[in-house]
């Protein structure tokens, strides 16, 4: 009873802090809003025993809005807290496409006739967990691991305001390097 | 607490993610559409997982599609910044070469 209710709460929050992104006129706020909704959805996941995952989801989802603050206020040269103005295109699209979508998957989870329960959760779930990514879907964790180190080179790359052709020319044989603040000791 | 009720409500996370990645015309906003679209993802997998096969290998599917959100956030800033340093665009319809 005590889990519905607090399932509940946490889901209309969610929900609410998840249309409140998109209704605010600050940026800032938007972004707090939207750590609201994860952070309800992480909590939501602690009551279903998904204590490692929705910690993360948690502590993640802060940090990531923290820095997304940041970038809202580095890349809005207005504040739109002290200018509202629209900034959607499509509206009527956009609200059909949505409900639409709502009816939809909503209406698939109320008529779906859902199997019951295979099998009982681990004792220590967060247990289970370690073990299955460090043995039998160890394949997984190793997948990811180039993907994330590949996305940190590729981030760099495209945000880099200069890289080794900008310093070197289109041949990389120009030479001293082109830099707007010369290093180095003059050799 | 049933699995219904925690489709719908992932299902209304994914639908307002939805509305805001289709209208939003500022980038940053575009992709705060989409990371509510996964949040209703991990919300309604992580049900499925516990009310109908609550086995490590749910959990590891989990993980995967956080990770996908984390490259997918990481990816976005990058090319927001690339975007406003090439031609001072934040807006989605000032990128918009490849639609013609």
């Given at each position: 009873?005590?889990?519905?209710?607090?399932?509940?709460?946490?889901?209309?929050?969610?929900?609410?802090?998840?249309?409140?992104?998109?209704?605010?006129?600050?940026?800032?706020?938007?972004?707090?809003?939207?750590?609201?909704?994860?952070?309800?959805?992480?909590a939501a996941l602690l009551l279903v025993d998904l204590h490692y995952v929705g910690i993360i989801t948690v502590l993640m989802m802060i940090m990531e809005m923290a820095i997304m603050a940041v970038y809202m206020i580095m890349f809005m040269g207005m504040n739109p807290a002290l200018m509202p103005m629209s900034m959607v295109h499509d509206h009527r699209q956009a609200v059909v496409a949505a409900v639409g979508g709502f009816v939809l998957l909503a209406g698939g989870a109320l008529l779906v006739p859902w199997p019951t329960r295979r099998g009982a959760p681990a004792a220590d779930t967060t247990a289970a967990l370690?073990?299955?990514?460090?043995?039998?879907?160890?394949?997984?964790?190793?997948?990811?691991?180039?993907?994330?180190?590949?996305?940190?080179?590729?981030?760099?790359?495209?945000?880099?305001?200069?890289?080794?052709?900008?310093?070197?020319?289109?041949?990389?044989?120009?030479?001293?390097?082109?830099d707007p603040q010369p290093g180095g000791v003059g050799r | 607490m049933t699995l219904d009720a925690v489709l719908v409500v992932a299902a209304a996370l994914f639908s307002v993610g939805l509305y805001g990645a289709l209208s939003q015309q500022v980038v940053v906003m575009v992709m705060m559409g989409l990371e509510l679209m996964l949040n209703g993802v991990i919300l309604a997998a992580g049900a499925i997982w516990w009310f109908l096969a609550p086995d490590p290998t749910g959990q590891v599917l989990l993980l995967v599609v956080i990770a996908a959100m984390t490259v997918e956030m990481a990816m976005g800033f990058a090319v927001a910044t690339l975007l406003h340093r090439s031609r001072g665009a934040d807006m989605t319809d000032m990128a918009a070469d490849l639609s013609r």
């Open positions: 009873m005590i889990e519905s209710v607090a399932f509940w709460a946490l889901g209309v929050l969610a929900v609410a802090a998840g249309i409140a992104v998109f209704r605010v006129d600050s940026m800032a706020r938007a972004t707090y809003a939207l750590a609201v909704s994860f952070v309800a959805v992480g370690g073990e299955a990514i460090m043995g039998s879907k160890m394949l997984v964790m190793m997948t990811i691991s180039p993907v994330m180190v590949a996305t940190i080179v590729a981030g760099v790359v495209l945000a880099a305001p200069r890289g080794r052709y900008e310093r070197f020319g289109d041949d990389l044989r120009r030479r001293p390097a082109d | -």
